[in-house]
Antibody, heavy 122, light 112 residues
Framework: EVQLVESGGGLVQPGGSLRLSCAAS????????MNWVRQASGKGLEWVAA????????YYVDSVKGRFTISRDDAKSSLHLQMNSLRAEDTALYYC???????????????WGQGALVTVSS | DIVMTQSPLSLPVTPGEPASISCRSS???????????LDWYLQKPGQSPQLLIY???NRASGVPDRFSGSGSGTDFTLKISRVEAEDVGIYYC?????????FGGGTKVEIK
C-alpha cells in the first residue's frame, strides 16, 4: 500500500523556521516527482513546491521562493521542506503528494498524505 | 500564472441525479504533445484530497465510472452520472501544464 506520512509541523513565531518531513512507503520513491501542497483553514489548495527524480530540478510558488527549500533523500524514501522566515500567511496544513514516475512536469498528484499543520503566530 | 476558475461554487444535488462542474483556465492547457494537462481532485469532509481524473478524462485507480471528465483547451467539465451520498465534498480542478501548478477555487457538492 502506498503511504505518505508527514511530520514536523507545529507552532512557530513569525520569522522562525520549521522543517517538514514526509516518509514514503509502498512504492519506489526515487522514481517519482514529489510535491508539497498547502491548505489554509477553510481555504482552497495551493501548490508550494516540487522536486524531480534525482533532486536536480526544484520548483516553487513565487510566495515561498528564497524562504522554502524542498529536498529529498532517496536512500530513506523521504521528502523534506525546510521553511525559513515564516510568515503568518504560511499558516496551513501542508500535504506531501506523489507525482508521476515520468515526464518533465509533475502532471498529477496521487496519493496525498494526511498533512502536517504549521501555525505561524506570536 | 494560469488562473483556474470553477463554477458553481456550491452544488446541491439529489442522490441518483446527475451533476456537472465546470472549470475554465486563463490559457489553453493543450500541450504540443496533444495532452491537456487538467486534473480533478475530490476532498471529502475531513480527508486529504484524492485524485479523481487526470489528463481531462482518465479515471484514477478505483474511481467509479459514474465520474467522467471532458473538455479541451480552456473549458473542462466533470460529470457525475448519478450522485451518491459518498460523493459529497469539495471538487478541485488543477492545471499541470505550467509551473506553478494552480488549482481552481473549488466546488462544494452537498446533498439536498
Amino acid at each position: 500500500e502506498v503511504q505518505l506520512v508527514e511530520s514536523g509541523g507545529g507552532l512557530v513565531q513569525p520569522g522562525g523556521s520549521l522543517r517538514l518531513s514526509c516518509a514514503a512507503s509502498g512504492f519506489t520513491f526515487s522514481s517519482h516527482w514529489m510535491n508539497w501542497v498547502r491548505q489554509a483553514s477553510g481555504k482552497g489548495l495551493e501548490w508550494v513546491a516540487a522536486i524531480k527524480q534525482g533532486g536536480s530540478e526544484k520548483y516553487y510558488v513565487d510566495s515561498v521562493k528564497g524562504r522554502f527549500t524542498i529536498s529529498r533523500d532517496d536512500a530513506k524514501s523521504s521528502l523534506h521542506l525546510q521553511m525559513n522566515s515564516l510568515r503568518a500567511e504560511d499558516t496551513a496544513l501542508y500535504y506531501c503528494a506523489r507525482g508521476p514516475s515520468y515526464g518533465e512536469r509533475p502532471d498529477f498528484l496521487d496519493p496525498w498524505g494526511q498533512g502536517a499543520l504549521v501555525t505561524v503566530s506570536s | 500564472d494560469i488562473v483556474m476558475t470553477q463554477s458553481p461554487l456550491s452544488l446541491p444535488v439529489t442522490p441518483g441525479e446527475p451533476a456537472s462542474i465546470s472549470c475554465r483556465s486563463s490559457q489553453s492547457l493543450l500541450d504540443s504533445n496533444g495532452y491537456n494537462y487538467l486534473d480533478w481532485y475530490l476532498q471529502k469532509p475531513g480527508q486529504s484530497p484524492q485524485l479523481l481524473i487526470y489528463f481531462v478524462s482518465n479515471r484514477a485507480s478505483g474511481v467509479p465510472d459514474r465520474f467522467s471528465g471532458s473538455g479541451s483547451g480552456t473549458d473542462f467539465t466533470l460529470k457525475i452520472s448519478r450522485v451518491e451520498a459518498e460523493d459529497v465534498g469539495i471538487y478541485y480542478c488543477m492545471q499541470s501544464l505550467q509551473i506553478p501548478l494552480t488549482f481552481g477555487g473549488g466546488t462544494k457538492v452537498e446533498i439536498k
